[in-house]
């Protein structure tokens, strides 16, 4: 493939680390969900930012079915509706994984510009599920919650590139 100028050479993403940020973000909204703010409809999926980074950056690692999985245990763990996180991160997925190549063409700014209307869209379908079963509108301020997402992009980018940035074994000769 070839690369944008400027932009720099990575080295393979190791799959413990891969599966343990996926982990890292199920725990944190796990965590966001039991704080201050509970089940607060502004509060950021961050379980969904780190499942769209890793769909569009290793498609072949995170798949439909792994975002089909941990969106049942954020069910479990909510007790919402079942399958309705797990709907909602399928097609969070499915969409990030069809623009992928397109995507990791642009910059930071503008890749957090062209995912809002994934988590838009996420969004979208979690709250028609939640509807569908008769469930109660969370309000308004749900409206927030894919801008903060969106807004979380570029700093999903740093945290979750930095391993693969760093040079195995850098000297004078190998710059990379």
């Known amino acids: 493939m070839i690369m944008r100028q400027g932009q720099q050479l990575l080295l393979p993403a190791n799959p413990l680390f891969i599966w343990s940020s996926m982990i890292g973000g199920l725990v944190c ?19 969904a930012v780190v499942l769209v980074f890793w769909s569009v950056h290793q498609p072949l690692r995170v798949s439909i079915g792994a975002a089909f999985v941990f969106g049942l245990l954020m069910d479990v763990h909510q007790g919402a509706l079942l399958g309705q996180h797990a709907m909602s991160y399928t097609v969070l997925s499915f969409f990030a994984i069809t623009i992928h190549r397109r995507l990791l063409w642009f910059t930071v700014p503008s890749q957090a510009a062209q995912v809002f209307p994934l988590f838009a869209a996420a969004h979208a379908v979690e709250l028609s599920l939640r509807m569908l079963a008769g469930g109660a509108f969370p309000g308004f301020s749900m409206l927030l919650a894919p801008v903060l997402e969106a807004a ?8 979750l590139l930095a391993p693969q940035r760093r040079a195995p074994d850098p000297d004078a000769n190998r710059p990379l």
Do not use: T
């Open 29 to 47: 909204n796990m965590l966001l969900n039991m704080g201050v703010w509970g089940r607060a409809g502004w509060v950021p999926d961050l379980l």
């Open 152 to 159: 979380l992009w570029p700093l999903a980018n740093i945290l």
